[in-house]
T-cell receptor
Framework: QKEVEQNSGPLSVPEGAIASLNCTYS??????FFWYRQYSGKSPELIMF????GDKEDGRFTAQLNKASQYVSLLIRDSQPSDSATYLC???????????FGSGTRLLVRP | SAVISQKPSRDICQRGTSLTIQCQVDSQVTMMFWYRQQPGQSLTLIATANQGSEATYESGFVIDKFPISRPNLTFSTLTVSNMSPEDSSIYLC???????????FGPGTRLTVL
């Protein structure tokens, strides 16, 4: 079983819709959770981080964490074509600062 | 967040040679990390580089193949030694943020081994 799992996609949504990206993790002791966006040919860019159960909102982005279900998600409201990218979920499993990445979900926002 | 640069941005190398990749940060950071992203894949941590101590390597990565230097708090190098085509990847350095456990990535070095 992979430590951090994501659906590879592509997830295709129309412009203006809500895109929902999901991630599950195996280590129940994981402490910190991150979402990165990676455009083709570019390096990952941090979008959100979340540590506590519940929702965390930042502009059009909302991260949701459910530690009991070992599940973290990213919602993108009012999706734009410029949001088309691969979204990487990363989990920090202890205090070592080591990040474990999922394989990423490719998002396509159709104009 | 810190400004991170990497050199070279890309290179094409011959099998059996070595390449040293540099990572420079515009502020002092305690922890620097080196990742590999193989074509179409996600990121895999190679090692953690702390100033003043030996790098800590992840399972599957060894110092003889990927020697790392960390001479000060703003600079690190990763060498890919005795390269083979399987080493063709993007190599990324990252640094810790300012207290939220986040990491920020440099622009990456795209390596092709022929």
């Amino acid at each position: 079983q992979k430590e951090v799992e994501q659906n590879s996609g592509p997830l295709s949504v129309p412009e203006g819709a809500i895109a929902s990206l999901n991630c599950t993790y195996s280590d129940r002791g994981s402490q910190s959770f991150f979402w990165y966006r990676q455009y083709s040919g570019k390096s990952p860019e941090l979008i959100m981080f979340i540590y506590s159960n519940g929702d965390k909102e930042d502009g059009r982005f909302t991260a949701q964490l459910n530690k009991a279900s070992q599940y973290v998600s990213l919602l993108i409201r009012d999706s734009q074509p410029s949001d088309s990218a691969t979204y990487l979920c990363a989990v920090m499993m202890d205090s070592s600062y080591k990040l474990i990445f999922g394989s990423g979900t490719r998002l396509l926002v159709r104009p | 967040s810190a400004v991170i640069s990497q050199k070279p941005s890309r290179d094409i190398c011959q099998r059996g040679t070595s390449l040293t990749i540099q990572c420079q940060v515009d502020s002092q950071v305690t922890m620097m990390f080196w990742y590999r992203q193989q074509p179409g894949q996600s990121l895999t941590l190679i090692a953690t580089a702390n100033q003043g101590s030996e790098a800590t390597y992840e399972s599957g990565f060894v110092i003889d193949k990927f020697p790392i230097s960390r001479p000060n708090l703003t600079f690190s190098t990763l060498t890919v030694s005795n390269m083979s085509p399987e080493d063709s990847s993007i190599y990324l350095c990252s640094v810790e943020g300012q207290g939220n456990n986040e990491q920020f990535f440099g622009p990456g070095t795209r390596l092709t081994v022929l």
